[in-house]
C-alpha cells in the first residue's frame, strides 16, 4: 500500500470493527447482568412474600389457639416457644442481610 490515504481508509475501517465487536461484547455482559438482577431481585421478592405469609400463618394459628403472639407478648414474659423466636429472629436477620445488601448496591 503505496498511497497513504488508501491504507488511512483500511485503519480506519479496521478500527470501526474492532470498536463494533467491543461494544456488542459490553452490550451483552450488561443485558445479562441486568438479567441476573432482576431474577435476584424476583426470588428475594418471592422469599419476602413466603416468609410473610408464613408468619401471618403462625399469627393466625396462635390467635386460634388462644396464645399471644411473639410479637404482642410482654416485656420480660418468657417466650412461649423458643424455637418460634429463634426462626423469627433469623428471618429478621436475612431481611436486614438483604436490606444492606441492597443499599451497599444502591450508593456504589
Not at 10 to 23: S, T, Y
Not at 37 to 43: I, K, L, P, Q, T
Not at 79 to 91: C, G, K
Request: a negative charge; aromatic letters at 4%.
Amino acid at each position: 500500500m503505496s498511497n497513504p490515504l488508501v491504507q488511512a481508509f483500511f485503519v480506519g475501517r479496521a478500527v470501526a470493527e474492532v470498536v463494533n465487536e467491543r461494544l456488542e461484547v459490553a452490550l451483552t455482559d450488561a443485558l445479562s447482568e441486568l438479567g441476573k438482577f432482576d431474577a435476584e431481585a424476583r426470588e428475594q421478592l418471592r422469599q419476602f412474600t413466603e416468609e410473610v405469609l408464613e408468619r401471618a400463618n403462625r399469627a393466625a394459628e396462635a390467635a386460634n389457639t388462644g396464645q399471644a403472639s411473639t410479637s404482642t407478648r410482654q416485656p420480660g414474659s418468657e417466650p412461649t416457644d423458643v424455637q418460634a423466636e429463634i426462626d423469627e429472629l433469623r428471618a429478621e436477620i436475612a431481611l436486614l442481610r438483604t436490606e444492606l445488601q441492597h443499599y451497599r448496591r444502591t450508593s456504589a
